[in-house]
């Protein structure tokens, strides 16, 4: 008998990631934002290591802070919500 894994494989995280990606920029928020470029170090530390991560990224000029949780156990899907912040 096989046991399996559960966590993720790297094509699994990469397609959570890639969504949540994709989702980010289609609100319009450039790949140049600081906070983007931050975000996309951290998610690819993830998709490449599977590390899981919790934290908060600033999108200067939205007034929005992108709030995320990646987990790299099965069955649980990785997280992204936007919070307003009027201080940003």
Known sequence: ?????????KIERQFEIINMRNKILDLGVSPENPGIIEFNSVSNDFIETGKEFTG????????RVLVVNFKNKKGILCISKLEHNPDI
């Open 1 to 9: 008998m096989v046991k399996q894994s559960s966590f993720k494989t």
């Open 56 to 63: 908060k990224f600033n999108l200067i000029g939205f007034k």
